[in-house]
């Protein structure tokens, strides 16, 4: 979405003010993400700045999806899933086993990925 939706050609208002929103909800995660320690989150998932960010987000999505613009639907081609469920944001440590499995997950995921090519 950040490559594809500014090299649009020609953009829809709609796009357009998405972008802009997009930038805006973006702006005030990095700052709180700079303002913060590093063992400290900026919010929850559903919280102000990330939520904001995610309502941005489809924005951007849907009015790439419905406007009149004219792309490569294939350059849309995104897959994205959360490996990590089983943790809690309250603990002050991490599974290291959980971590070992997530790793396998994603090296099993790229050399796949990188073997069918």
């Known amino acids: 979405m950040q490559v594809i939706a500014p090299s649009v050609q020609a953009p829809s208002k709609e796009l357009t003010r998405a972008l802009s929103d997009y930038s805006a909800a973006t702006s005030r995660v990095l700052q709180a993400m700079k303002a913060a320690k590093p063992e400290v989150r900026i919010s ?21 999806h419905r406007g009149d613009v004219s792309y490569d639907h294939a350059r849309l081609g995104f897959s994205c899933v959360n490996l990590s469920y089983d943790y809690d ?26 073997e069918s090519k």
Not at 44 to 64: E, H, T
Not at 90 to 110: I, K, Q, V, Y
């Open 89 to 114: 944001d309250a603990e002050e440590s991490c599974d290291l086993m959980e971590l070992d499995r997530t790793a396998r997950l994603l090296l099993a995921a790229c050399e796949s990925y990188f």
């Open 44 to 64: 929850s998932m559903y919280s102000s700045p990330r939520m904001p960010r995610y309502n941005a987000m489809r924005g951007v999505y849907d009015a790439l």
